[in-house]
T-cell receptor, first 109, second 115 residues
C-alpha cells in the first residue's frame, strides 16, 4: 500500500510556481521522500528526494516539514512541458519504489 | 546520468503468442531490476524484482509462469509474456538500480497490444 496521500489533480498557470503537497504521516525515521513524474506514455522521471532537510536542484525544490509528516514539491516556474503525473513516494534506502495514484498537474497558458 | 533503455517501444502480437521485452542499463551495472505494469489511467504496479543471477521475486497476484523474467547479466533483464491474451495489453516499464547508490532509474516503457 502507498504510504502517501496526494490531491488527485491540480492546475497551475504557466510561469507561476506549482506547489504540490504530499502527506506521509506514517513515515519512519529512515525513510526518504522521493518525487518522480511521468509524462504521458513515458517512463517515470526522477525529480528530487530528501530525508529531513529541504532540497533544491535544477528541476525543483523539496520542502519537508519539521515533523516530516508532509512535504511540498515546488516547481518554481511551471511550463507547459511540466504537465504530468507527479508521484510522491516514501521508502527506505534500498527498498523498492511503490507508486500511489499521484497528482495530475495541468499547466495552462 | 544513468540511462535505461527498453526494446521494443511498441509491440503488437496475436493472442496465444509470446513476446519478449528487453531492458538494458546503458552506462551502469544494475544489480537489481524491477518490472512494472501500467494500465490506462492507473498508476504503476510493481510486478517483480530480479537480482542478477537469481530468480525473480514476484508480487502477489502476478503469475510467475506467465511473466518470465531473466536477469542474466548486470546490464540486461528480459520479461517474456507467455501465451499473451488481450487483457495483458498494457504499458510495461522496467527500472534498474545500482548497488552503490540504490537509486532507481526507469526505462521509457513498452506498449504491448495483444489482438
Amino acid at each position: 500500500d502507498a504510504k502517501t496521500t496526494q490531491p488527485p489533480s491540480m492546475d497551475c498557470a504557466e510561469g507561476r510556481a506549482a506547489n504540490l503537497p504530499c502527506n506521509h504521516s506514517t513515515i519512519s525515521g529512515n525513510e526518504y521522500v522521493y518525487w518522480y513524474r511521468q509524462i504521458h506514455s513515458q517512463g517515470p522521471q526522477y525529480i528530487i528526494h530528501g530525508l529531513k532537510n529541504n532540497e533544491t536542484n535544477e528541476m525543483a525544490s523539496l520542502i519537508i516539514t519539521e515533523d516530516r509528516k508532509s512535504s511540498t514539491l515546488i516547481l518554481p516556474h511551471a511550463t507547459l512541458r511540466d504537465t504530468a503525473v507527479y508521484y510522491c513516494i516514501v521508502r527506505e534506502s534500498g527498498n523498492k519504489l511503490v507508486f500511489g495514484a499521484g497528482t495530475i498537474l495541468r499547466v495552462k497558458s | 546520468g544513468a540511462v535505461v533503455s527498453q526494446h521494443p517501444s511498441r509491440v503488437i502480437c496475436k493472442s496465444g503468442t509470446s513476446v519478449k521485452i528487453e531492458c538494458r542499463s546503458l552506462d551502469f551495472q544494475a544489480t537489481t531490476m524491477f518490472w512494472y505494469r501500467q494500465f490506462p489511467k492507473q498508476s504503476l504496479m510493481l510486478m517483480a524484482t530480479s537480482n542478477e543471477g537469481s530468480k525473480a521475486t514476484y508480487e502477489q497476484g502476478v503469475e510467475k509462469d506467465k511473466f518470465l523474467i531473466n536477469h542474466a547479466s548486470l546490464t540486461l533483464s528480459t520479461l517474456t509474456v507467455t501465451s499473451a491474451h488481450p487483457e495483458d495489453s498494457s504499458f510495461y516499464i522496467c527500472s534498474a538500480r545500482t548497488a552503490v547508490s540504490y537509486e532507481q532509474y526507469f526505462g521509457p516503457g513498452t506498449r504491448l497490444t495483444v489482438t
